[in-house]
Structures are given as C-alpha cells and as structure tokens.
C-alpha cells in the first residue's frame, strides 16, 4: 500500500542511511561558504544563551536533582551551573535547559528547533574530546542539516500525527553530529543513525509542560549514546529510515526522499534557520508584535474594548490555550502573548511567569481578544484590528514577523538577547566576555575556555 506522495515498497525507496551516512562520514570540513559557517555561529550563540538563561528555572532544577541520584561522574559542564556530569546527562541537561524558555532557534519550513538536540550533544562531546571550535561548528552544520532535511521529508504529516518533531529528528540530528565528531567512518555512521532511528523522542501532548523540554534534551542524549554505540561495534539496519519497517513509514504518512537527497552537501538547513525576539512559540510573534506597535502608539490596556486577530490556522492549533494557568502554558496561548505585548511592550521570559499570568488586567485583556484562522495569512504574518473604548479602531498588518526570514534578527539584536539571557546567571562582565569568545568560536582550539565562561564565576 502506498504512502504519502513518494516510493511505497522497500525496493523503491532510496537508501538514505546510507546517503547520510556518507554525508556526514566525508564531507571536509567548513564544505561551505562562510555565511554558513557564519549561520552556525550565530545559532551555536542563540542557543548558548537560551541554555545559561534557563539554568536555574524549576525545570532544569528538577532535572538536575532527579540525575544527581545516579551520582554521575563530573566530566562536563552544565551551563549556567556549578554542577558536573557525565557527558550523556550533561546532553540531556543543557538540552532541557536550551528549550524551556521556547526562546531557541526555528527552522520554520519543518519548526523544528535544531540546535537544542544537536548543540547539547556535540558540546558536551567537544569538551571532553578536547574538540576544536571549528570542529564543533562541522558537527553543528552537519547534524542540522540531517534532522532538519529528514523533517522536510517528513513534515507537515509526522508533526500532524502528533510526534514533537524536534525530539524525533533531533536524535538522528544528534547521533549525526556526534558520529562526525567521533571521527566514524560511513558503515559506523550508517549504525549511528540507525540506532538513533529506534529512538524517536516528544509528543505534541506534552506542550505546556516540563516534558515539552525534556523531548530535546533526551534526544541529545540518545544521539550521543547511538554513536558511541556505534564507534564500539554495536550494530543496526542500514536501511533504519528509510525501511517499511523503519524509522520514517513508521511515525509518518509522507516521506518525500527527494528533500533528503536532493542538493545534499551543496545547500545546508541551518541557513534557513532563524531565532526568536519573543519567548514562546514562534508562530505568535507576528500577533505580539502588532500588539507591541498598539503599545508604541501609548495604547494602554485600559483602552481596548477589543482585539481581533487574523492569523494562519497553525497558531490556534499550537497556542489556542484561551485561559492558561501557568507560564509553561501560557507560552502556547495566542492571546496571552498578546495581552503581555500590548501591556509591557515586550514578551521575554519575565511576561509568561505564573505571577504575570494570574494579574487581573492580563487576564482581562486575554479576554478581550479573539484570534481566528485564516488559510491566506502567511505563518509569519497577521492582521490585527483594535477597538478602543472611544469607538476608534486602529488596524495594523504584520507582512514579515521580527525574526523571520523575511525580517531576520542582526548580530547586535542576538547579542541583546544573549544578554537579557545570561546577566542574571553570569553577571553582565562575564556575559560579555562569553559573547566574545562564543563569536570567535571557530578560531578556538577547544572549547574548554566558552565551558568556563559559560559557568557561574565561582566554579572557575
């Protein structure tokens, strides 16, 4: 029976284990021009400051006390922290942390967010591998492009199944990632991805929860292990993706091998990349930031009589949480997000505390909005119309959303952003001087100077 709109039986499809694996084995190093390579330092220093920022929040706390009872053994660093752990837990926090503000990067063809899963695991590999900087951004840009080019293969019908898509690829992302930095060669990479394949991590279900988070950080951590399986012989199909029985027709309808193969080594994911000026998910930053313009015009809430909201339908399926009781919650909750935009002007991780969720004018401004679906409004677009108490109304139209590829976030914007994260933890003096060498990462010879910087004083 056919799947999708691509090769149904196992014979005709491609073997794209093993196309990747030889990707990812050969390609030379920096096989790209600089404004990739200068992509993947902007998303390595997106994702370090969202990992630091997210240090000490309950979550990554949780985490941290549920892993200290296996008494891991101090070999890495976890950002934003004095502890140490093993390499795998320090994966497995770093990416939970990175992910809990919803504040990392997007690749918005597939919303996967790629660097959570594959930076988590192949800097907590560098540092105990003595791995260059360069070495890191090679295993970054490669391990990106494998789970993000699987996701294209797969979207929108995996994600529509239900599957967190960061997690599932992100563990093929990861294995990738760390395979390259391991050094395998194209039969241990192709085992590497296998074993990952067997290991697909997230439900949609667990948005608005810790376990939302958890979905990155354990598919960093699994991607480790499948290639250190795989460097020490442990064995799997090299057919795993692309099988009847494999990864792919397994956990989706489609699978398109075209986006897999095609232009493989010569255009790379992570230029489609994009990072985001709002803590929440990115398909409600075009409804904040009209409502940010309300607030720059000395809108105040207690003006509004009501808020109309067009956007495209994947925002009411992903953040149509019309009363959230929480923070987690409120990030998937259009008119939340909205309502703090209006309000404070801004949406960072301070608006969607559970404090700033349960104040009266914010939930009396939740209430006031209404968003509805439109199949004509781009993803990275809305159309907000407010009606003030005086009977006035003021439209505003959002083409491209600060953040998108359209209006993309500049270096000094990221910088910004990175401070906002890491102050609190670090102090503004060490944050600096982290930005510094976080931007020269690909002259570093080792990463052991960013793992300090990116600790609280104390511990250096």
Same mark, same amino acid.
């Given at each position: ?41 902007r998303?390595?220093?997106n994702?370090l400051g ?95 492009d ?20 960061t997690?599932t ?12 930095l ?21 439900l949609?279900?667990q ?6 988070p ?7 951590k699994a991607?480790? @292990? ?27 309808? @489609? ?16 230029s489609?990349n ?41 925002v ?10 929480n ?58 119309i ?14 491209h ?19 906002g ?6 102090g ?16 570093? @010879? ?15």
């Amino acid at each position: 029976m056919a799947h999708g709109n691509t090769a149904p039986a196992y014979l005709d499809a491609p073997a794209v284990t093993q196309q990747l694996a030889r990707f990812v084995s050969n390609h030379p190093s920096r096989g790209w021009t600089s404004a990739v390579n200068k992509e993947a330092a902007r998303t390595f220093l997106n994702w370090l400051g969202c990992a630091i920022g997210a240090a000490d929040h309950i979550t990554s706390n949780s985490a941290m006390a549920a892993i200290q009872v296996l008494q891991p053994a101090a070999q890495s660093t976890v950002l934003g922290r004095k502890e140490r752990v093993d390499i795998a837990n320090a994966a497995f926090l770093n990416g939970i942390s990175s992910h809990t503000f919803d504040f990392d990067d997007t690749h918005l063809k597939t919303i996967i967010h790629p660097a959570g899963p594959v930076a988590s695991a192949i800097l907590a590999m560098s540092e105990v591998k003595g791995k260059s900087g360069q070495e890191l951004l090679d295993a970054l840009v490669i391990g990106i492009d494998v789970a993000c080019r699987v996701g294209n293969a797969m979207y929108p019908d995996h994600y529509s199944r239900g599957w967190h898509i960061t997690g599932t690829t992100g563990t093929l992302g990861a294995a990738a990632g760390c395979a390259r930095l391991l050094g395998l060669d194209e039969q241990r990479t192709t085992m590497a991805l296998g074993i990952a394949a067997s290991q697909p991590v997230g439900l949609r279900e667990q948005f608005g929860t810790m376990t939302k988070p958890l979905h990155p950080g354990a598919a960093a951590k699994a991607g480790l @292990k499948a290639a250190l399986l795989a460097q020490n012989g442990f064995t799997a199909s090299t057919r795993s993706l692309e099988a009847p029985r494999g990864f792919m027709q397994v956990i989706s309808d @489609k699978f398109d091998w075209n986006e897999i193969s095609e232009n493989l080594g010569e255009r790379f994911e992570i230029s489609y990349n994009s990072y985001k000026p709002f803590a929440c998910g990115i398909v409600i930053h075009p409804s904040i930031e009209a409502c940010t313009r309300l607030h720059a015009q000395g809108i105040t809430a207690a003006d509004i009589r009501d808020i109309r909201l067009k956007v495209h339908p994947l925002v009411l399926e992903l953040t149509g949480k019309k009363e959230p009781r929480n923070g987690l919650e409120a990030k998937f909750s259009v008119f939340h997000a909205s309502a703090v935009g209006l309000i404070f002007g801004r949406a960072s991780e301070a608006e969607f505390a559970d404090e700033v969720v349960a104040r009266r004018d914010v939930e009396t401004l939740r209430g006031k909005i209404v968003a509805t679906a439109h199949e004509t409004i781009a993803e990275d677009a809305c159309e907000l119309i407010a009606t003030l108490a005086d009977g006035r109304e003021i439209g505003i139209a959002i083409e491209h959303a600060v953040g998108s590829l359209g209006r993309p976030m500049s270096d000094a914007d990221l910088e910004t952003k990175f401070h906002g994260l890491a102050d609190p933890i670090l102090g503004s003096t060490q944050t600096k001087a982290l930005l510094n060498v976080a931007w020269e990462t690909a002259e570093a @010879k080792d990463v052991h100077q960013l793992v300090r910087l990116a600790t609280p004083q104390s511990q250096a």
